[in-house]
């Protein structure tokens, strides 16, 4: 059976209706879920599960007593070595979540390290996530770095510091960029955790609308991206370098990837006199 690890960001505290939407055709589906007990996003699923009349849930906690569990569902209690009430000692229920789901389904603030490690995890397990980004009320699939790279983009400089400081989220990254991910629920096939998954459990978890052309225009842009860095340029100079607007390369460093089609982000790269290879080869 399927399971969909549902968490988000303690600052939000009303789910919007998309998510909402989600999470009812999670449950129609008849999947199992995991949820944590912390206030804020962790609540507002409980409830939302609760609307929905959700009976296959489970209840994480660090400890022996969930700190929230509207419905009094099953308890998975984890046990933690780190200091109670600590960063570590919390997280201890959240890689366990990790490990014994399928898929993810996130709702993040943009700024919140909790979720954003709850994706990274996912992605260390080689397990797809779908996380909705609140500030822009949209999903986005991240099952690669390709994908964690575009998530990253809707980050301040501020939160991303923040990220630093408090996970290393540059270590975080470049142990994900070792790993070879799969852009298709298939590579995920010799993983012991889903041998029981159902080819509709990644149409009701994953936002259909996230297409292999999305991910293809989210690598180019991080490509440009880091070549603007690299060399010092500010927009302007990109800009003349590119042979675009100003504006474009503002959408392109604010990772406006639904602004660009993929011959305009090759052109763009050729201009720069970067090099785009395309390697085709069969799924499976």
Same mark, same amino acid.
């Given at each position: 059976m399927t399971t969909v690890f549902i968490a988000g960001s303690i600052s939000i505290s009303r789910l919007h209706e998309k998510v909402q939407e989600r999470i009812g055709k999670i449950v129609s589906s008849d999947f199992d879920v995991v949820v944590g007990d912390a206030d804020g996003a962790d609540t507002s699923i409980q409830k939302c599960l609760h609307n929905y009349q959700a009976e296959k849930v489970t209840v994480y906690c660090t400890g022996d007593v969930p700190r929230n569990n509207v419905a009094e569902w099953p308890v998975y209690r984890v046990y933690s070595k780190a200091k109670a009430g600590s960063r570590a000692y919390f997280t201890a229920k959240d890689l366990e979540m990790a490990r014994n789901s399928d898929y993810g389904l996130m709702i993040w603030d943009c700024k919140s390290t909790g979720t954003l490690s709850n994706v990274i995890e996912l992605l260390r397990e080689k397990k797809k996530s779908v996380v909705f980004v609140n500030k822009n009320k949209n999903f986005v699939t991240i099952s690669d770095k390709t994908g964690l790279d575009h998530l990253l983009t809707f980050m301040s400089a501020h939160a991303r510091a923040k990220a630093e400081e408090k996970i290393g989220l540059s270590s975080m990254i470049a142990g994900i960029a070792q790993e070879q991910f799969s852009l298709d629920i298939a590579g995920n096939e010799h993983?012991? !955790? #889903?041998? &029981? *998954?159902? @080819?509709?459990? %990644?149409?009701?978890?994953?936002?259909? %609308?996230?297409?292999?052309? #999305?991910? =293809?225009? @989210? *690598? =180019? #842009? !991080? *490509? =440009?991206?880091e070549h603007i860095s690299r060399a010092h340029?500010?927009?302007?100079? *990109?800009?003349?370098l590119f042979r675009v607007t100003q504006p474009r390369i503002s959408d392109l460093t604010r990772g406006k990837a639904d602004l660009f089609g993929l011959d305009a982000l090759v052109n763009m790269a050729a201009a720069a &006199? =970067?090099?785009?290879e395309m390697h085709v080869r069969e799924t499976g």
């Amino acid at each position: 059976m399927t399971t969909v690890f549902i968490a988000g960001s303690i600052s939000i505290s009303r789910l919007h209706e998309k998510v909402q939407e989600r999470i009812g055709k999670i449950v129609s589906s008849d999947f199992d879920v995991v949820v944590g007990d912390a206030d804020g996003a962790d609540t507002s699923i409980q409830k939302c599960l609760h609307n929905y009349q959700a009976e296959k849930v489970t209840v994480y906690c660090t400890g022996d007593v969930p700190r929230n569990n509207v419905a009094e569902w099953p308890v998975y209690r984890v046990y933690s070595k780190a200091k109670a009430g600590s960063r570590a000692y919390f997280t201890a229920k959240d890689l366990e979540m990790a490990r014994n789901s399928d898929y993810g389904l996130m709702i993040w603030d943009c700024k919140s390290t909790g979720t954003l490690s709850n994706v990274i995890e996912l992605l260390r397990e080689k397990k797809k996530s779908v996380v909705f980004v609140n500030k822009n009320k949209n999903f986005v699939t991240i099952s690669d770095k390709t994908g964690l790279d575009h998530l990253l983009t809707f980050m301040s400089a501020h939160a991303r510091a923040k990220a630093e400081e408090k996970i290393g989220l540059s270590s975080m990254i470049a142990g994900i960029a070792q790993e070879q991910f799969s852009l298709d629920i298939a590579g995920n096939e010799h993983s012991p !955790s #889903m041998q &029981g *998954a159902t @080819s509709g459990a %990644t149409e009701v978890v994953e936002d259909n %609308t996230h297409t292999e052309s #999305m991910k =293809l225009r @989210s *690598a =180019l #842009m !991080s *490509a =440009l991206k880091e070549h603007i860095s690299r060399a010092h340029l500010n927009q302007s100079q *990109a800009a003349k370098l590119f042979r675009v607007t100003q504006p474009r390369i503002s959408d392109l460093t604010r990772g406006k990837a639904d602004l660009f089609g993929l011959d305009a982000l090759v052109n763009m790269a050729a201009a720069a &006199g =970067l090099r785009v290879e395309m390697h085709v080869r069969e799924t499976g």
